[in-house]
């Protein structure tokens, strides 16, 4: 002992001085453990001086948020053996002491380190805060870093802290590598979410209480009403019900996963098949050579740049139609408006007739664009490309429903001379050819085909429209409900979009293409057929009246078939359904 403190010195040897006699306490009346008891509550965050804590699970927030549990910069580096754990409180010292042998206590002794008082090095730090044994001390108690104190945490303890941290980063959202790296408890030890079984069935209709021997047998899978279940058969059949919300959000993941990569994909697929299609309108291609698996690709839609190019080439030119036959046929059309009335021989007034009908139809042509209004920029190409056509097919003339087909070509293709040669090639195929020509024998195949292929398909509707009234049907005749569609090539009540998607398709495809849209199309509407109310003539030239011309004469110009819930790809896979076999493989 120095003579100026009472503080030992630790020079010295300890076995060279008696220990000093214990200072007596100035305090003339020291306070019991009960009222210190009292004194530190739950909300208090001070302890006593003398007091001391061991084993207590370690805050989230040792080293502020945002840490990554590491030592203090400038802290020293120990190692677990250096920092012993903290000696428990003395009348729990004295009684593990009283119950060990003299030898062994003097042992234990010797092992032990002696750490001066907290009250003394609180007053110390009062007194002097400068002192130097004082900062080392202040600095050796920050040094132990989160991992250590970790380290000297009992099995239980530990576990608390860090399910304690756990919460922590995730209520806070700052859960970063280094604080996930921190934690040993890993991911794939966590347990997995618990799928929530369905209630128990207490019935709704019950209006007494239910009795203890009724709620005992009470199951999750049965109503209350019904006879008890058997407990296996309720385990059995709660495990399947947990298999199938799994399977579920199995299959939600994978959707919403699928829905991520999607755009990436689309953005790739679609460059790759604007390449190709660039390869195909490109004039030193030979079709003759080309992959046949390449026209299999109008499923997936033609490039839109390219569609009008692609569409020319797709659809030939059998009739060795030129620009020159475009303006020929024009020429021969104004000669025959600027004749006077009574020069004019039977069919030269009916082509006059005709004129005039092409005139007042073309702004019936996609209203909702606004291009072929009286004054708008495409309407004289669209009447030109009539009257030329007209000129040029004086046997067939013109048929309503001309005038929309030209107005999709003039939306796709550069020229009105383009437009001219597509359309004569376009309109030269059977199908179309048939019903503008008024083939009786072609037009009926084709319905009967639609017909049988409608009631394999959707039976429902098909039952509804062509029944007998007897029978609760409304007893439409086939023409009723296809011709309009047929003979315009669904312009008459599909948007530009979809058009152009069947179109892509019919160019390499072929009529059938055609077929199968037209019984998609009635199969996509039944829900708004069946909803149609009134009287067996009021259904009857409401249903005739959407389904043949659509709602082009209704109030608001514009409108389509409502198809709100069908995108064009899903519009597309209805069309491909519609042309696969039934299950009888019919």
Not at 25 to 33: A, D, G, I, L, T
Not at 238 to 253: T, V
Not at 400 to 410: D, H, S, T
Not at 474 to 500: H, I, K, Y
Request: proline share 7%.
């Amino acid at each position: 002992m120095s003579a100026t403190s009472l503080r030992p010195d630790w020079q010295s040897s300890r076995s060279s001085l008696p220990l000093p006699p214990r200072r007596a306490s100035w305090n003339p009346r020291r306070k019991s453990v009960q009222e210190l008891e009292e004194e530190c509550t739950e909300s208090d965050e001070d302890l006593p001086d003398d007091a001391s804590l061991w084993n207590v699970p370690v805050s989230p927030h040792v080293a502020g948020p945002g840490s990554s549990r590491s030592s203090f910069v400038g802290s020293p580096t120990r190692s677990p053996i250096a920092s012993p754990r903290p000696f428990p409180l003395d009348h729990a010292r004295a009684a593990a002491e009283t119950a060990q042998g003299s030898k062994n206590g003097i042992q234990s002794a010797r092992k032990q380190k002696f750490q001066p008082n907290r009250s003394a090095s609180a007053n110390a730090a009062r007194s002097n805060p400068s002192s130097p044994s004082i900062r080392h001390l202040r600095r050796s108690d920050r040094a132990r870093s989160w991992n250590l104190a970790m380290e000297e945490l009992s099995e239980e303890a530990r576990i608390i802290s860090q399910n304690l941290a756990e919460h922590e980063a995730t209520k806070s959202g700052e859960g970063g590598p280094d604080r996930k790296d921190s934690l040993s408890l890993s991911a794939s030890a966590r347990p997995k979410e618990k799928i929530q079984l369905p209630p128990i069935q207490k019935g709704s209709l019950d209006f007494m209480p239910i009795s203890k021997e009724k709620e005992a047998v009470l199951s999750r899978t049965r109503p209350s009403w019904l006879p008890p279940k058997d407990p296996k058969e309720e385990q059995k059949h709660l495990k399947e019900y947990q298999r199938m919300m799994a399977a579920s959000l199995e299959a939600d993941k994978k959707r919403h996963t699928k829905q991520q990569q999607d755009p990436v994909l689309d953005e790739t697929t679609n460059e790759a098949l604007a390449r190709i299609w660039q390869f195909f309108v490109d004039e030193s291609t030979n079709l003759s050579e080309l992959d046949p698996r390449v026209y299999s690709l109008c499923w997936r839609g033609v490039t839109p740049r390219l569609r009008g190019k692609v569409w020319k080439r797709g659809f030939g030119n059998r009739l060795g139609l030129t620009s020159k036959s475009y303006y020929k046929a024009l020429e021969r059309a104004q000669e025959i408006q600027s004749r006077p009335s009574d020069q004019l021989g039977g069919r030269e007034r009916q082509m006059i007739r005709w004129f005039k009908d092409i005139e007042r139809d073309a702004e019936t042509a996609f209203p909702d664009l606004k291009m072929f209004q009286q004054n708008g920029p495409l309407w004289q190409d669209l009447v030109d490309v009539c009257k030329a056509h007209t000129c040029y097919r004086s046997d067939i003339g013109y048929v309503y429903g001309m005038q929309l087909i030209a107005a999709l070509l003039l939306l796709q293709l550069p020229t009105p001379a383009d437009v001219f040669v597509v359309l004569g090639n376009a309109l030269h195929r059977g199908l179309p050819l048939a019903f503008l020509g008024g083939d009786l024998t072609s037009t009926t195949r084709t319905f009967n085909h639609a017909v049988s292929t409608l009631a394999i398909k959707f039976p429902r509707i098909h039952e509804y429209l062509f029944g007998s009234i007897e029978q609760g049907g409304l007893g439409l005749a086939p023409e009723q409900v296809f011709e309009p569609m047929f003979r315009t090539l669904f312009s008459n009540g599909l948007d530009v979009d979809r058009l152009c998607r069947v179109w892509d398709m019919w160019v390499f495809e072929g009529d059938k293409i055609l077929v199968h849209t037209a019984v998609a199309l009635v199969g996509c509407l039944q829900t708004q057929l069946f909803q149609i109310e009134g009287d067996v003539d009021l259904k009857r030239r409401n249903i005739q009246e959407m389904l043949a011309w659509g709602p082009f004469n209704r109030t608001s110009p514009g409108e389509y078939w409502k198809l709100q819930n069908l995108d064009e790809e899903r519009f597309v896979e209805e069309i491909s359904i519609a042309g696969k076999l039934d299950y009888r493989g019919k």
